[in-house]
């Protein structure tokens, strides 16, 4: 079992940065592909990155691709999403998730934090 939290979330002006963290429990994080989500109000929810396990593999929606940067830190059990160029499409809810392989589904879900971009 995991417990995913985000956190970073808030109100920020177009063409701002924000930067979110999802703190993982368990000792078992290094082990699993991390992805972001979101879903803005009316919308279904959105890929917006995933990472793998060690880190060495990341890949974006079109959508995000060079504005946003996933990372992660196993020390800490903790995947990052820098967000640079915020556009106010960007609002809506971010959701990290774990998988437990590369080709699995995502299993664990946190509960979200909201961004919201002014324009």
């Known amino acids: 079992q995991v417990q995913l939290v985000e956190s970073g979330g808030g109100l920020v002006q177009a063409g701002g940065s924000l930067r979110l963290s999802c703190a993982a429990s368990?000792?078992?994080?290094?082990?699993?592909?991390m992805g972001w989500f979101r879903q803005a109000p009316g919308k279904e929810r959105e890929f917006v990155g995933s990472i793998s396990s060690g880190g060495a593999y990341i890949n974006y929606a079109d959508s995000v691709k060079g504005r946003f940067t996933i990372s992660r830190d196993n020390a800490k059990n903790t995947v990052y999403l820098q967000m640079n160029s915020l556009k106010s499409d960007d609002t809506a809810v971010y959701v990290c998730?774990?998988?437990?392989?590369?080709?699995?589904?995502?299993?664990?879900w946190g509960q979200g934090t909201q961004v919201t971009v002014s324009s």
């Open positions: 998730a774990a998988a437990d392989s590369s080709i699995s589904s995502y299993k664990y």
């Open positions: 368990g000792r078992t994080f290094s082990r699993y592909r």
